[in-house]
T-cell receptor, first 114, second 110 residues
Framework: DAGVTQSPTHLIKTRGQQVTLRCSPK?????VSWYQQALGQGPQFIFQ???????QRGNFPDRFSGHQFPNYSSELNVNALLLGDSALYLC?????????????FGSGTQLSVL | QKEVEQDPGPLSVPEGAIVSLNCTYS??????FMWYRQYSRKGPELLMY????GNKEDGRFTAQVDKSSKYISLFIRDSQPSDSATYLC??????????FGQGTTLQVKP
């Protein structure tokens, strides 16, 4: 049973560039959430996708956008990168109807903005 | 004030010690409480899950939730060097959005 998979594992970009991160949820899960984790901090909620729509959004600017595909996989896009966007980006999946609120995380994409 | 407060540590204990990790929170609407373990910049791994108040035990790990005090704890018995990691508390009010603590770094010395 494959868990949550994310790609790429590491990425280096320069300020002003755009980046796309990808996530495949755990088998049987239909909801994908994205979190940003700065060094030494806990993860912060970016947004959640269910049925190919953004259902909730955290306190992140419009430069952060996403998409969910019919197979439940998801992408996170960040435009006009800033130095402060350097972080570990985590994808988490869950089953909406389970009502358990259990999230399972991938290993993350380490983004460095120079 | 942050919604969830967690002492970042670091916490260093000898092998075999009992470890106590704690979080306090301010939002009385939180109903689901979790502890995640995170190894050196890997993704968080769900360790313990509790709905509402009470205790839950799983092997060497015990999670406690006291909603009246807005306080949750994780106890690790007979700690092992392999338990060395960052422990994150997380909670939610059935919104699907988890609020995390800062994480406590634990080192268990052989």
């Amino acid at each position: 049973d494959a868990g949550v998979t994310q790609s790429p594992t590491h990425l280096i970009k320069t300020r002003g560039q755009q980046v796309t991160l990808r996530c495949s949820p755990k088998s049987g899960h239909d909801t994908v959430s994205w979190y940003q984790q700065a060094l030494g901090q806990g993860p912060q909620f970016i947004f959640q996708y269910y049925e190919e729509e953004e259902r909730q959004r955290g306190n992140f600017p419009d430069r952060f956008s996403g998409h969910q595909f019919p197979n439940y996989s998801s992408e996170l896009n960040v435009n006009a990168l800033l130095l402060g966007d350097s972080a570990l980006y985590l994808c988490a999946s869950s089953l909406r109807d389970s009502r358990s609120e259990k999230l399972f995380f991938g290993s993350g994409t380490q983004l460095s903005v120079l | 004030q942050k919604e969830v407060e967690q002492d970042p540590g670091p916490l260093s204990v000898p092998e075999g010690a009992i470890v106590s990790l704690n979080c306090t929170y301010s939002n009385s609407a939180f109903q689901y409480f979790m502890w995640y373990r995170q190894y050196s910049r890997k993704g968080p791994e769900l360790l313990m899950y509790t709905y509402s108040s009470g205790n839950k035990e799983d092997g060497r790990f015990t999670a406690q939730v006291d909603k009246s005090s807005k306080y949750i704890s994780l106890f690790i018995r007979d700690s092992q060097p392999s338990d060395s990691a960052t422990y994150l508390c997380a909670m939610t009010s059935n919104t699907g959005k988890l609020i995390f603590g800062q994480g406590t770094t634990l080192q268990v010395k052989p």
